[in-house]
């Protein structure tokens, strides 16, 4: 019976380690490519567009090049700076839809960005720009509503 008492009292502390270590790791120390992965899988966009990330091993690359052909009219490119990670996602057709994240290094600078972002937005239908702690969102699709939903509902 004691040893009963014991293998119970046991395998209680080691689910109660569990959930406690899975409560350390957060939606918040993702990197922007993980949170995009996360998009794409909810709103199964895997198979009609294309990743492009800043990380090493990326199949494309999100080079400062790209970024700056797409924010150059009233950027400010030298925010790129300021970002930790980064990554977009492009409808094949490039027409249909994008959704990019930016990880800032702090806070203190997701405001040069969100604003390089809704100038980009202003030129595309169906735009939303979200700004949610060190994460900077831009959201071009028919169901930017939907996604910006789903990233809040998230925590991510």
Same mark, same amino acid.
């Given at each position: ?13 080691v689910i109660?380690f569990?959930? /406690?270590?899975?409560a350390?790791?957060?939606? !918040?120390?993702?990197? +922007?490519a ?5 998009i794409i /899988?909810?709103?199964?966009? #895997?198979?009609? &567009?294309?990743?492009?990330?800043? *990380? ?7 080079? #400062?090049?790209?970024?700056? !052909?797409?924010? +150059?009219?009233?950027? *400010?490119?030298?925010?790129? &700076?300021h970002?930790?990670?980064? +990554?977009?996602?492009f ?11 930016f990880?800032m ?14 100038r ?21 699709r028919?169901? +930017? ?9 998230? &925590?991510?």
């Amino acid at each position: 019976m004691k040893k009963r008492v014991i293998k119970t009292a046991f395998l209680a502390a080691v689910i109660a380690f569990a959930i /406690l270590l899975s409560a350390c790791i957060s939606e !918040s120390d993702l990197s +922007a490519a993980e949170k995009l992965e996360k998009i794409i /899988l909810e709103f199964a966009l #895997d198979d009609i &567009g294309t990743v492009y990330t800043d *990380n090493a091993d990326a199949m494309h690359c999100l080079s #400062d090049e790209m970024l700056s !052909s797409m924010f +150059a009219l009233g950027g *400010n490119v030298t925010a790129f &700076g300021h970002v930790k990670s980064r +990554a977009a996602y492009f409808d094949k057709s490039f027409s249909g839809g994008e959704i990019i994240v930016f990880e800032m290094m702090d806070v203190s600078r997701t405001e040069e960005i969100t604003s390089m972002f809704s100038r980009r937005a202003k030129r595309q239908e169906n735009s939303l720009v979200i700004c949610r702690g060190r994460y900077v969102y831009l959201i071009c699709r028919e169901n +930017a509503n939907v996604i910006v939903d789903y990233i809040k509902k998230s &925590g991510l």
